[in-house]
Each structure stands twice: as C-alpha cells, then as structure tokens.
C-alpha cells in the first residue's frame, strides 16, 4: 500500500475498496492522487445495462453530480484501490443519507471479497466555519457498524494559518499557537465526533503538493481495520 504497514496476506486479484465521503471543496481528489502516487485523474466505471463494467468519460473532478455512489474510481497506473465516491451528503437530504447507508449495507456483506466495502474516508475540510454541518452524519453513515470508519481532517494547514492569523489580529502570544489549534480542533472537530472511544482519526495538510504523501492516513486505516477483526478487514482474521 505504499506505506510502513500493510495488509497481509491479501489475495493478489483482490483490491483494497474505499468509499470516500465529503463536500465538493473537501480535497477528497488530492487526497487520493496523493496515496495513489499519481497527479492523474482517476478513470471512472460503471456497471451497463447487461452487467457489464464500461468506462464513463468524464472528468471526476469537474462533473461532481453525474457520479453515482456505485461508479468506481480507479487510477490507471495504480491497481491497488477502487474507491467509490458519495456526492450527495452536501445537501443534507434524508433520502440521500439513506442511499449510502444502503450501499454501505450491502457491500459490507457482499460475498466475493472483491465486491465487499474494506474501509470509509469521511473528509472533514477544516476551512468550514460550521464544522458541525460535516460532522452531522459520521456517526449514521455504518448504520451495522461494521466497516471502520475514519475521520479525515483535510486542509489542516489552512486551519492552522486562520489560527495564527488570529492570534495576530488579538495581538497575541504567537508562541501559543499550538496550544490554540489543539484547542480549537478539540472543541469544534473532535467534540463532535462519536464516543468514546473517539473514532480513528487523522490530519492532513499540503494535499495539493504533488511530493506529499498519505503515509499517516494509510497506517490510521490499517489499524483500524486491524483493532476490529473482522470478516471485512481484508486478510485479517477473528481470534479468539
């Protein structure tokens, strides 16, 4: 997986799948072209009338609202991920919630390894100044709760620059700006995940430099499909 960890003993045919979840500005692209290791586009497939699996041409970056949460998003030189994308939580509707949650569902359960859901992104941009608005459905997205859902903070950078940049406007000690990001994301990210325990979690920054790598949300995603042992981890094995 490109990473210090990896998932053992995966059968060779088998790929690792991901829905990846997030508003339209949530860097979820960048996010996948940096664990792919690719400044390419991904290439987009769908399932045709007669179960066959065609190619849909266009561009997963710029048509948001012709994908269907079923599309498979794969990279042409990276055969490793399919990953599947859900545009529409952004509009807060029911009936959407209820449509990933299906498909959460059935994928989860899916028989034949290479059609079952491993792992979900949920992306958290950090620009947000309502940061409540992305978080309102984490907890609701594993209605069986079993696939591993990780908490994805993307444009963390940025967080910590609006941070700095007031502190600076308050005139104060810029020498307490770690303490004010811990405390900020602490109250208005982490508080409104579920738990305890809190979720898996990880905090990215500086997606959008192409020598930028996702080592942290990779290992984040094979520990936590570890810790759950279960039939959807793939290679992992319940022990007593």
Request: net charge positive.
């Amino acid at each position: 997986m490109g990473a210090q960890q990896s998932l053992p003993r995966v059968p060779h045919d088998i790929k690792f799948r991901v829905l990846v979840i997030g508003r339209a500005n949530a860097g979820m692209t960048s996010i996948l072209q940096r664990v792919c290791d690719t400044m390419e586009s991904p290439e987009v497939y769908r399932r045709g009338r007669r179960g066959k699996r065609e190619r849909v041409r266009l561009d997963p970056s710029m048509e948001r609202g012709m994908h269907d949460i079923e599309d498979e998003l794969v990279f042409a030189d990276h055969n490793g991920y399919i990953f599947h994308d859900s545009r529409g939580l952004e509009s807060g509707s029911e009936v959407e919630l209820e449509i990933v949650q299906e498909f959460v569902r059935r994928r989860s359960r899916a028989r034949q390894l290479k059609d079952r859901l491993h792992a979900i992104w949920y992306c958290i941009p950090m620009d947000n100044v309502r940061p409540g608005l992305d978080l309102k459905y984490f907890d609701d997205i594993c209605p069986d709760k079993n696939v591993p859902v990780i908490a994805v903070f993307t444009k963390y950078d940025q967080f910590r620059r609006n941070i700095g940049i007031k502190l600076e406007d308050q005139q104060r000690d810029p020498s307490l700006l770690d303490a004010e990001v811990e405390s900020v994301f602490n109250e208005h990210y982490m508080a409104g995940l579920p738990g305890p325990p809190s979720p898996p979690f990880v905090r990215l920054e500086r997606m959008h430099k192409p020598e930028q790598q996702c080592n942290g949300l990779i290992n984040i995603t094979v520990n936590a499909l570890w810790r759950r042992r279960c039939p959807n981890a793939v290679g992992c094995t319940k022990r007593s």
